[in-house]
């Protein structure tokens, strides 16, 4: 662990996730993560942590960001944070390429803005200091409330290749940047889903991530769009609300409950599933409901395994023929 990450006491906390106030860890390679007590969030409000990303070349022309040397993912690593909370991001690009981060949803001076435009950027093999703010909702005059910063959010390249980081979002800089408000309810497992033009994270099917949870585990998802064609997220047998957590608030709560949400360039969301609900184990599909992206690889399977880890009926073969379909565009 780097010095100057914030070390917390021991708990079964996220491998893919730093918790800024909460907790450390990195990920695994397909975005599945160690359990997390579904308990609800606590921290000292105005904390300031501080982390330490590496940007790396990665095999096949793509670069990532990771938590140590080493360690680059794609995506990145989950950034996570309490409204109130301060997080000082030193990045070292090991690269030969000019890059940077820049956050959703926080606050910012320009000095930590990640772009060209106010000279905030990484040189080739150069260390720079970013500094993100969250801030609790507050009221305003008029009787109304300024929002805070909680949310699902993700931060990116903004200076490979273009003045706009063109070059280094599609070639894999990106991650999730969680904002969480006091009181929100943890997840077990959380998983990242990147819609990058026709790739999840930088992948396409069959080669494309497949998460697993054991049924009733309390299941985060982080759906981020990138690039430069318009998606939509559909998740098989599970819905949410549409609203901050996906979570409604009581009886009355007028969020609508969906299954499928437009994942556009620049835009994210999140929302929380317990695996299986209603429906049981089973090898379930997550896929963008785009006819033609599906057909081209813009799927991938959510795992519902039975609550005791074991392999429910019928879904190793479900995972054997998506694994041997061949995934072909068609148009007209």
């Not at 990242?192 to 585990?217: H, K, S, Y």
């Not at 009926?313 to 023929?321: L, N, T």
Request: with cysteine; hydrophobic share 35%.
């Amino acid at each position: 662990m780097e010095d100057n990450v914030v070390s917390w006491p021991r708990q079964n906390f996220s491998r893919r996730s730093l918790v800024v106030g909460g907790a450390l860890g990195l990920t695994s390679a397909a975005g599945v993560t160690a359990a997390l007590r579904p308990e609800p969030a606590r921290a000292a409000a105005g904390a300031t942590r501080k982390v330490t990303i590496y940007a790396e070349a990665l095999p096949g022309g793509l670069f990532g960001y990771g938590l140590a040397p080493g360690k680059a993912t794609v995506p990145g690593p989950v950034l996570e944070m309490w409204e109130g909370d301060t997080l000082e991001i030193t990045l070292v690009n090991t690269t030969d390429q000019r890059l940077s981060i820049h956050p959703h949803g926080v606050d910012y001076s320009t000095d930590s803005d990640g772009s060209p435009f106010n000279a905030s950027f990484n040189k080739p093999g150069e260390t720079r200091t970013y500094v993100w703010r969250s801030r609790e909702m507050f009221a305003a005059e008029g009787r109304r409330f300024m929002p805070g910063s909680a949310g699902y959010w993700h931060y990116h390249d903004h200076a490979m290749g273009t003045e706009h980081g063109t070059g280094g979002v599609a070639k894999g800089l990106y991650g999730a940047l969680v904002v969480r408000r006091r009181g929100d309810i943890l997840p077990e497992k959380q998983f990242t889903v990147v819609f990058n033009d026709m790739m999840i994270n930088n992948r396409m099917a069959p080669n494309t991530p497949m998460f697993e949870a054991n049924l009733g585990q309390r299941v985060e998802w982080l759906a981020i769009g990138h690039g430069g064609t318009f998606h939509t997220f559909h998740l098989h047998a599970h819905r949410w609300a549409d609203n901050r957590t996906g979570m409604l608030e009581g009886p009355a709560d007028p969020s609508q409950v969906i299954d499928n949400k437009d994942l556009n360039p620049g835009s994210s969301f999140g929302f929380q599933v317990l695996a299986g609900e209603g429906v049981g184990p089973g090898a379930w599909m997550y896929h963008c409901h785009v006819q033609f992206h599906s057909d081209g690889g813009m799927a991938g399977i959510f795992l519902v395994r039975n609550a005791d880890g074991s392999m429910p009926p019928g879904a190793e073969e479900a995972i054997h023929r998506f694994q041997g379909h061949v995934h072909t565009a068609q148009h007209g």
